[in-house]
């Protein structure tokens, strides 16, 4: 997979044609490393794409839009402010390089005409999006700034003169002779990939490949590979290309590219399509979908490990204490031996031996030379009040640990088993909520917008409703909120799970009803890849919140267990 200076410029040759003399009417911003730009070319409407992702870094249009954030970004205030009316100019390529410019004719605040540069640095995990002055070439802002610690070689930041990104010394593919290609491929022909690829500028492993197969193929003549260039250079600048998405077996996105990628050709089923921009959407789409979800959770996954190893590594430290604490009799015994045989001791003393009387030895017991004796007794009745003390404290401590425990291994359930970003998002609103993390300040408007509760919703082979909590808010809601006293409550035995009810509707509920309500239970919990999960079972009216819980702890009586293998129900 390889978003390379060919594709940039096919990309680049297709959005000039689109876009130019356009108007960028709106800007959002859906994500920290990603932009809309919403623009009206040519009596349409188009929103281009441009994403700053270290995996999958590219610009398109799209055809279907995500959900914009209730309260905007501030880089896309400040685009909004600079572009919002403004009408572009020209989009072009810089060299062959995986950079693009879109020069922009705008107003200022006077009224005055201004011009102002967009550019888009598509180079793996120092992709950029930064907007210049086009006259003064200095950064206005960027999606990514770099400061002088992050690199020594190039900065961005605001108010410093842009600077293109350090050459490579490559040769770039749109304007290399046939002079250069024949002395790139003056070498072994096992190393003529190799060359092509760290000789010209803008193509990828791919396209080195291809280039290096027409060589062999045509007796080893460099003329052949110029050839190719040239050729496919023409098709670029007129847009006569094939985009095409390579698919494994399982119809799972491989590679994609706007010429024939060899390797692939014969190996792959092809779908073609008729735009740059739709080959490259639907190659993210179905391809970066999965991963896309991967990158929302891989946060909330790193975050929820780190605190639990907190909490894990605080109750061992308890558990410690505790132990320790329960071992204070001795100081019990210290002291009550002293106090009875003060008569024995003097000042100066490091140690005692005296007759126990609770089993008739003889015990040594260490004193404080400093002290009196009366005051070394009174030490030890002091440590072992302090000891009970600290015993009572510990054990309320280790409670509120282990709550916090379950908690976060519910929520840790819940990132594992999310299958959408929606969900994602909830739960990283829960642990927000919960001061897990920081977030953005959401205005009271947006909180009013947020959605509303949506559980899992699943039907039994007698029609009987089951809901299912997709996170522990939700959980509450369903509990407390939707279920009647008599539906029946649900949950995997200490395991971290969704809260499941079973309506009742007016029905009457039979043991299958229950068996099924169990499996999509013990399906939305830790323990979906086992067997013989437990579940237990109650009415709603025995399902008890205690006061100061956090979201999803319950207390339940009257329940039963039954044992069952994770299964949803037929749809």
């Given at each position: 997979m390889a978003f390379d200076g060919i594709i940039v410029t096919a990309a680049a040759n297709e959005l000039s044609k689109l876009l130019v003399l356009g108007k960028i009417e709106k800007i959002f911003q859906p994500e920290s490393d990603e932009l809309i730009f919403h623009i009206h070319s040519q009596s349409k409407h188009h929103k281009l794409y441009v994403s700053t992702s270290g995996s999958h870094a590219r610009f398109h249009l799209l055809s279907q839009a995500p959900e914009n954030p209730q309260t905007p970004f501030a880089l896309c205030m400040l685009l909004r402010k600079h572009l919002v009316g403004g009408r572009i100019?020209?989009?072009?390529?810089?060299?062959?390089?995986?950079?693009?410019?879109?020069?922009?004719?705008?107003?200022?605040?006077?009224?005055?005409?201004?011009?102002?540069?967009?550019?888009?640095?598509?180079?793996?995990?120092?992709?950029?999006?930064?907007?210049?002055?086009?006259a003064s070439r200095k950064i206005i802002d960027s999606i990514k700034r770099i400061s002088l610690d992050e690199s020594r070689v190039r900065q961005v930041l605001?108010?410093?003169?842009?600077d293109y990104p350090p050459s490579q010394d490559k040769i770039p593919f749109g304007t290399i002779s046939q002079d250069e290609v024949s002395a790139l491929c003056d070498c072994a022909p096992h190393e003529i990939s190799k060359k092509l690829l760290y000789g010209i500028q803008g193509i990828s492993p791919a396209m080195a490949t291809r280039l290096a197969d027409f060589f062999r193929s045509t007796d080893l003549h460099a003329e052949s590979v110029y050839a190719e260039i040239l050729s496919m250079r023409e098709k670029l600048a007129s847009l006569d290309l094939r985009p095409t998405v390579y698919l494994d077996d399982s119809q799972v996105p491989i590679d994609y590219h706007v010429f024939p990628i060899p390797e692939l050709e014969s190996s792959c089923e092809k779908l073609e399509f008729p735009s740059v921009s739709e080959c490259?959407?639907?190659?993210?789409?179905?391809?970066?979908?999965?991963?896309?979800?991967?990158?929302?959770?891989?946060?909330?996954?790193?975050?929820?490990?780190?605190?639990?190893?907190?909490?894990?590594?605080?109750k061992q430290r308890l558990l410690e204490d505790i132990l320790a604490a329960e071992k204070s009799e001795i100081y019990r015994l210290y002291g009550e031996i002293l106090t009875a045989?003060?008569?024995?001791?003097?000042?100066?003393?490091?140690?005692?031996?005296?007759?126990?009387?609770?089993?008739?030895?003889?015990?040594?017991?260490?004193?404080?030379?400093?002290?009196?004796?009366?005051?070394?007794a009174q030490v030890?009745?002091?440590?072992?009040?302090?000891?009970?003390?600290?015993?009572?404290?510990?054990?309320?401590?280790?409670?509120?640990?282990?709550?916090?425990?379950?908690?976060?291994?519910?929520?840790?359930?819940?990132?594992?088993?999310?299958?959408?970003?929606?969900?994602?998002e909830e739960l990283r609103a829960e642990l927000a909520d919960a001061s897990y993390i920081r977030t953005r300040k959401i205005s009271k408007d947006a909180k009013k917008n947020k959605n509303k509760p949506a559980p899992f919703k699943y039907e039994t082979s007698n029609g009987l409703r089951v809901m299912a909590g997709k996170n522990n808010k939700e959980n509450d809601a369903l509990t407390f909120k939707t279920a009647a006293r008599t539906d029946i409550w649900l949950h995997t035995k200490d395991i971290p799970g969704s809260h499941v009810v079973l309506f009742s509707d007016g029905k009457q509920i039979v043991e299958s009803d229950i068996l099924e309500a169990a499996s999509i239970a013990a399906f939305h919990s830790k323990g979906k890849n086992s067997e013989n999960v437990p579940v237990d079972y109650t009415e709603i009216r025995y399902v008890k919140k205690p006061a100061g819980a956090k979201p999803g702890m319950v207390i339940f009586t009257n329940n039963k267990t039954v044992y069952v293998n994770p299964k949803l129900p037929k749809m």
């Open positions: 100019v020209s989009i072009l390529q810089v060299e062959s390089e995986r950079i693009l410019e879109i020069n922009i004719a705008t107003t200022n605040e006077l009224g005055f005409s201004v011009n102002k540069t967009l550019i888009f640095e598509v180079m793996g995990k120092h992709s950029n999006v930064i907007l210049i002055d086009a605001p108010g410093r003169e842009y490259i959407e639907y190659y993210y789409l179905n391809k970066a979908g999965l991963n896309r979800l991967k990158q929302k959770t891989s946060d909330l996954e790193r975050i929820v490990k780190n605190n639990l190893d907190k909490l894990y590594l605080k045989n003060l008569h024995m001791l003097k000042q100066g003393d490091t140690s005692a031996t005296l007759f126990n009387y609770y089993d008739g030895s003889e015990i040594t017991i260490p004193l404080d030379k400093r002290l009196t004796p009366p005051l070394n030890y009745y002091k440590k072992y009040s302090k000891s009970k003390t600290a015993i009572t404290e510990k054990n309320i401590r280790l409670s509120e640990n282990d709550n916090d425990i379950l908690y976060l291994e519910t929520v840790a359930s819940y990132i594992e088993n999310a299958s959408s970003v929606d969900e994602i």
